[in-house]
């Protein structure tokens, strides 16, 4: 890479757009968090009858406690941050360095957008899995198959998950992880083609309701097209699969999510590969919304602050 493509690459605004992103997605997932909790509940625990959200989300305040739908609140909110930084970082400053001058298009947002997810995944899946068993260490399980782990922090859970699984198990879910990258892809690609429809002739800033409803409608798409891998994702990563003993270890990967979709589907039927879907969709739909207004009113607040011009790719 030239360094004038470095130039692009590490800058101020893709800086101001990681930062602006990462916050505005710790605060809308803060908001919305007991909605994950069920989802994630729904995903993982097989012999959980699937429910309206607020009657699981009552399930889980009755047995466990007012504070449970909050369990796992901090690596989860230390994870997410992590990641946003990372993507929405990779997403901006690939599309500075690669659409220099030329027009931004749906294909070409879906490609950078694939790119950014890659390096994101490969950078944060460690601290998701973590993030995974902690947030469900506790948790009250139907299926007596599951084993409880006890875990102090994220760094005991680093240390015991690499002394008794091994350092690869940190990357647990990778395959369907960078399976899902589609998912940031797909929501990115509407959000930032229905964008140029609202700007189509005059460049202006979006209204809050604007930017809500079309962070709402990318991000329902992306999580109905996406949602049986992301039940794989997070069983994989809770680590109480017993995963084929391969040689190639993407070999082993894709059997174990090829061996979950199809017991899903022999246990549950079709729906069951949307087993949770409501809970996911509320939440994800409701904290992505929340997530890009956010991100926007920041980015956009520190751009004016600092006297710093945002460019605009061609259209």
Known sequence: MSSEKLAEVFTY???VHAVAGAMGSVTAMTV??????????????????????????????????LLAPYRGWFPVICSLCCSNFVYFYCFHSLKAAWLKGQAATPSRDLLIGI??????????????????RLKLQGAKFRNTDVHPTHYKGIIDAFAGIVREEGVWALWNGTLPSLLLVLNPAIQFMIYEGLKRQLRRGVHRELSALEVFF??????????????????VQSILRFGQHRQPTERSRLLSSLRSVVHLLRNRVRKQGLLGLFKGLEAKLL??????????????????????VMGVKRTRPSR
């Open 115 to 132: 790119a950014a997810g890659v390096i994101n995944v490969l950078v944060t899946t460690p601290l998701w899995v973590v993030n995974t």
């Open 32 to 65: 919305f968090f007991p909605l994950d909790t069920a989802r994630l509940r729904l995903q993982v625990d097989e012999k959980r009858k699937a429910k309206s959200t607020p009657a699981i989300l009552a399930e889980i305040i009755r047995e466990e406690g």
């Open 283 to 304: 939440q994800t739909v409701l904290t992505a919304a929340l997530m890009f207004l956010l991100y926007e009113k920041i980015a956009s607040s520190t751009f004016r």
């Open 214 to 231: 079309i962070g709402a409608v990318a991000k329902a798409v992306a999580t109905t097209l996406t949602y049986p891998l992301q039940t």
């Open 13 to 15: 605004e893709s800086l």
